[in-house]
Structures are given as structure tokens and as C-alpha cells.
């Protein structure tokens, strides 16, 4: 590690950061940093490559979900490159998190980083949403679910709510758009047993291009008829 390039990515990060962050938290974010921009030249995983927009859009935008502190379980669905999983498993080491992708050249990409850097509270898992949320294994097993830039909101609903526990939480990143998203969900969410709506503005962060978050409770359980195939989601989201 060079250590002018490492004092400068920790100045950055704490002073842009609204959380606390400890040394040991600051060199792992660091280090995955490093692993994902080495990754990124064979596997492609984001297109954020700058230092100060990693640090904002990546670790920052990820890390300032407001998790609850009884959620110790925690799938990060469509992670991609890893985000915002990594980051999560990094700055809440006590917890551990299940990153799930279609793509399995970055599940494996993603995986190889976590081992790298010495993450040991992460899983990746390559596959469907629509089928890993029906196996026994994974469905209503996690206390929280993550998505950041999967999908419309009318059809995240459907491929998220199976894999939460009653009583967990769904986090859904979005941008400005996310009350029209809402609106056009219309009953969805209520079908699939998620309660109320919240959309919660990021006002930790500096730049107000951020995201907003959409969080629900689960609050009974999905029928077994959902999630139903994708091509169904997408061609008659619920309503
Ligand atoms: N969450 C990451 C990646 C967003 S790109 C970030 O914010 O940077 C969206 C990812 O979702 C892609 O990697 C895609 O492979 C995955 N994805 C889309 N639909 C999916 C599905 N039905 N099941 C599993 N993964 C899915």
C-alpha cells in the first residue's frame, strides 16, 4: 500500500463521511476499493472510478442505510459489483450479508475481492431472484433486504418480499422518482404482505443528488404463488 494514496482516500472518508469510522473500518474500505478498480479491468463492475465518487456514491451511499440493530441477517439483492453489500459487511462486521446476482461472472468477481481483503461475514450467491426467493433455504429467512439499481419498484417489490422474515425490512434505493414508482405499484406491496411505504430522504449526506430510500416492514407473510416467473413480473407487475 502506498501510504500518501492511503492518508489522502482516509481524509477524504472521514471527513465527508457522517458516521463514525474506525482505522480498522477506513483500511478495509480502502483495500476494497483498491480490489474492485484491479477487478474492474477484466471484470466490468462500476463505472465509478474516481476516488472521491467512490467514496460518495459507493461506500457512503451504502453504509448510511438506516439498518436496524437487530438486523443480523442482511441480502443484498442485484449486488453487482458488491454494492451496497461490501460496504454494509464492512462497516457492521457483527452482521453478515448475502449478495445475490444473476450475473455469475461478478458474484465470482465480487467473491474473489471479499476474499482478498479478508471479509469473512459475506456470501455471494450467483442466480435468480425469482428462484432462490422460492427455495426453502433463502425465503423468509433475512431481517433486512437491500437493492440498489435493480429494478422498477413494481417489480423489486415481488422479487424482494419473499426472502424477508415477518417483520424484517425492505430497503430500496431510488432516485427522485421514487413516489411515482410507489404510485404505480399501487397494491403490490400489500399483496405480498409489506405494510406501509416510508421513503426516507438521506439527509446524512452532502450532495443532494443522492438517493432516497423506500423502506417497508414485512408485516405478513408472501403467498406461495409469488414470486411468480420473471417474464410474468415484468409483463403484469402487481397491482
Ligand atoms: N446494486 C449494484 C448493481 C446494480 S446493477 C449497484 O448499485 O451498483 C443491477 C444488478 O442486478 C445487475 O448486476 C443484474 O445482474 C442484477 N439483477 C437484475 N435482475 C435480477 C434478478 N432477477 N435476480 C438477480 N439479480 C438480478
Known amino acids: ?75 443484498d439483492l442485484g449486488s453487482g459489483g458488491g454494492i451496497p453489500g461490501v460496504p454494509l459487511a464492512i462497516y457492521y462486521p457483527d452482521r453478515h450479508f448475502t449478495l445475490i446476482d444473476s450475473t455469475a461472472k461478478k458474484m465470482k468477481a465480487v467473491k474473489a475481492i471479499t476474499e482478498k481483503i479478508g471479509l469473512t461475514n459475506v456470501t455471494c450467491i450467483s442466480g435468480r431472484a425469482e428462484e432462490l426467493g422460492k427455495q426453502p433455504e433463502y425465503r423468509e429467512k433475512f431481517d433486512a433486504v437491500c437493492a440498489r439499481a435493480v429494478a422498477a419498484f413494481n417489480i423489486l417489490d415481488e422479487l424482494c418480499a419473499p426472502f424477508l422474515k415477518k417483520g424484517g425490512t425492505f430497503y430500496a434505493w431510488k432516485g427522485q422518482q421514487a413516489e411515482e414508482e410507489i404510485a404505480a405499484a399501487k397494491a403490490g406491496p400489500e399483496k405480498l404482505g409489506l405494510g406501509e411505504i416510508r421513503i426516507i430522504q438521506n439527509l446524512m449526506l452532502k450532495s443532494a443528488a443522492f438517493h432516497v430510500i423506500i423502506q417497508c416492514d414485512k408485516i405478513a407473510n408472501t403467498p406461495s404463488k409469488y414470486p411468480r416467473n420473471y417474464g410474468r413480473i415484468v409483463k403484469k407487475p402487481l397491482t
Open 1 to 75: 500500500m502506498n501510504d500518501q494514496d492511503y492518508t489522502k482516500f482516509a481524509d477524504i472518508l472521514t471527513s465527508e463521511s457522517p458516521l463514525p469510522i474506525t482505522d480498522a473500518q477506513c483500511r478495509l474500505f480502502y483495500d476494497f476499493m483498491t480490489a474492485m478498480k484491479e477487478m474492474n479491468q477484466r471484470v466490468n463492475l462500476t463505472r465509478i472510478v474516481d476516488e472521491k465518487d467512490f467514496i460518495e456514491k459507493h461506500l457512503l451511499d451504502a453504509i448510511t442505510c438506516p439498518l436496524k440493530a437487530n438486523e443480523k441477517q442482511i441480502l
